[in-house]
């Protein structure tokens, strides 16, 4: 079974920074989505921003502007660079990942955004 390792998660200042990473736990292969999605108490999952295999990312109109996706094709990796971070930002982050006949998702980690 294939799990998504997800870190980075902590507490932050509002206009601090924190920065993901997430990578799974054996070779996955022919990876085409990879990238975040988070859930705030009583809230929906939303998206974050997720990134094709050619790099081609897509944001949440929330955080456009102010995070930053990336991806290490040669590690099956992504991260995910929160700059500028508001108190709005609070939520458990998941992992994604996505395939022909597959879909994967990370166990979440915390992001809270407090001073």
């Known amino acids: 079974q294939v799990q998504l390792v997800e870190s980075g998660g902590g507490l932050v200042q509002p206009g601090g920074s924190l920065r993901l990473s997430c990578a799974p736990s054996r070779d996955i292969f022919n990876i085409n989505l990879m990238g975040w999605y988070r859930q705030a108490p009583g809230k929906q999952r939303e998206l974050v921003a997720v990134?094709?295999?050619?790099?081609?990312?897509n944001y949440g109109d929330s955080v456009k502007g102010r995070f930053t996706i990336s991806r290490d094709n040669t590690k099956n990796a992504v991260y995910l660079q929160m700059n500028s971070l508001k108190p709005e930002d609070t939520a458990v982050y998941y992992c994604y990942a996505d395939g022909l006949g597959y879909r994967y998702w990370g166990q979440g980690t915390q992001v809270t955004v407090s001073s």
């Open positions: 990134v094709t295999n050619g790099g081609t990312p």
